[in-house]
């Protein structure tokens, strides 16, 4: 009879104890066994993507990435070059600068017209020759000069102009080593073409009274500022 009481109470304390003692994911059980419990989840697999990460020093290829396309070819950023000017495309004005007169000494500013249809450059020294009535070029010793500084190249849409200045010695006309014309002709190269340059200010032609015992010619700039001031 004892024995039978002993087992029905020690049954009884065995089943509270496995309900006090159990543990989320464990039951374990007063009577010296236990279990693992798998946890419960609301769905059977995770919506979470595998984390993934690049090695540190290597860039990710554009093949890597499904969604990236490759970059447009494109060109080399390199602007087309704009021609040269030649003296056919220009016209020239030659204007004696009256308040740069200092003895035998006299200055013009040269201005080169861009009176063609396309855009066209200039730059370096323009080419000035003094050429007689029988419309040949009279030998005048001449110099290029980095005055008012180093020349600027300028690209002349058509209208457009460039500006230079020249500074000659004048001489007495009589005289056998003074170099005398009757106008002055312009060219972008020396060798190259030759245009008749309009003079204002210069002695009409018919006098053939225009000489040039030397001459400096200054360097090509893109504005008339200070060409002439030196």
Do not use: H, Y
């Amino acid at each position: 009879m004892v024995s039978r009481r002993r087992t029905a109470r020690w049954t009884v304390n065995c089943a509270r104890a496995v309900l006090l003692l159990a543990v989320p994911g464990m039951m374990i059980s007063a009577c010296g066994t236990s279990s693992p419990v798998a946890p419960t989840t609301a769905g059977s697999a995770s919506n979470t993507p595998p984390v993934t990460s690049t090695p540190t020093g290597v860039a990710p290829s554009v093949g890597d990435d499904p969604t990236a396309t490759s970059p447009a070819p494109v060109g080399d950023g390199t602007p087309e070059a704009v021609p040269a000017c030649t003296a056919t495309d220009i016209t020239v004005t030659l204007t004696e600068q009256p308040q740069r007169r200092e003895g035998d000494s006299r200055m013009a500013l040269v201005q080169l017209t861009n009176a063609s249809g396309r855009t066209c450059s200039v730059g370096g020294w323009p080419v000035i020759t003094l050429v007689n009535a029988a419309d040949k070029a009279v030998n005048v010793p001449t110099k290029d000069v980095a005055e008012p500084g180093e020349s600027v190249p300028a690209d002349l849409a058509p209208g457009t102009g460039a500006f230079a200045g020249i500074k000659w010695t004048i001489c007495d006309k009589a005289a056998t080593d003074c170099p005398t014309g009757n106008t002055v002709k312009v060219g972008l190269a020396k060798g190259g073409p030759l245009v008749a340059a309009t003079l204002e200010g210069f002695p009409s032609p018919e006098r053939s009274g225009i000489t040039f015992k030397s001459l400096q010619v200054g360097t090509v700039q893109p504005s008339n500022q200070g060409v002439v001031a030196w």
